[in-house]
């Protein structure tokens, strides 16, 4: 089931859905038919991933011979305790990008493309309210299912009440229709899916994996433009740090790590 504006990426026959346990195999079909996956025993190996519901936590699985382990999400409750650690907090370079190292002001973010939810989730622990959206509906299963387990974490769950908002969908699509300013968020965040480098060694297994089952962004530049009408304040786009640009219009300024770049262009 991939979106018709990522390319599309696929061996055998891409993805399925399974169970760890019988007792996970009614959940595990009410989400292959949520999906439209088909739905397999475990033991499969027609499928090169399977979404596998295990009585922790929903997993994306890699069944050939590169099977470096499960894909899932995690809020991590250690990453409340760390915040504001030297090198953490507002000094990254995302939060730096943000804005938020020399304003008090925590601005409300539109994260367009979440993924996976870190980025997302690193700025909540700071205090901003992160509307996260992701179009892939099986990466949005994933989020929602790391959503509701952070939710049962006493730690965080306050924090991930407060500050985290989910809507599943397509956010080119909400950005371009506009809307008033009440609504719209001071920050909009981009981070889609760009081809692999060429040290693939490089890119971790979640990106590696998420890519056979969703592709590369084949509308990144329609992303930015549709982000560019809709933020209040700036568009924040991450980028590899030696990638080309994205547009003709260059940011106004660019915080740059060791592998990737924070294009910020203000409004």
């Not at 979640?206 to 056979?212: F, G, K, Q, S, T």
């Amino acid at each position: 089931m991939l979106d018709e504006r990522r390319c599309k990426a696929d061996s055998r026959g891409a993805i399925a859905v399974s169970a760890t346990d019988w007792s996970l195999q009614a959940s595990a079909q009410n989400l292959a038919t949520s999906l439209q996956l088909p739905f397999v025993t475990l033991d499969s190996h027609d499928y090169a991933f399977l979404l596998t519901c295990t009585p922790e936590r929903l997993e994306l699985r890699a069944t050939g011979p590169d099977g470096t382990g499960p894909v899932y999400v995690f809020f991590d409750p250690g990453d409340w305790i760390n915040r504001n650690r030297p090198g953490q907090g507002r000094q990254r370079d995302l939060a730096v990008a943000m804005g938020l190292r020399r304003s008090k002001l925590l601005p409300t973010i539109l994260d367009a493309t979440a993924g996976l939810g870190r980025d997302a989730y690193a700025l909540a622990l700071l205090g901003c309210k992160v509307t996260m959206m992701e179009r892939s509906p099986i990466v949005a299963a994933l989020l929602w299912d790391g959503l509701e387990r952070a939710l049962r974490e006493p730690l965080i769950a306050p924090l991930v009440e407060r500050n985290l908002i989910f809507v599943p969908g397509n956010a080119v699509s909400v950005m371009q229709t506009g809307g008033d300013d009440a609504v719209r968020p001071d920050v909009v965040y981009l981070d889609p899916m760009h081809p692999p480098r060429t040290k693939s060694a490089l890119v971790r297994k979640e990106m590696r994996h998420l890519r056979v089952i969703v592709g590369d962004d084949m509308d990144s530049q329609d992303l930015l433009t549709a982000a560019l009408g809709y933020a209040r304040r700036r568009v924040v786009l991450k980028r590899p740090r030696r990638a080309e640009w994205l547009s003709p219009q260059h940011p106004s300024y660019i915080v740059s790590g060791r592998t990737v770049r924070y294009e910020v262009y203000l409004i």
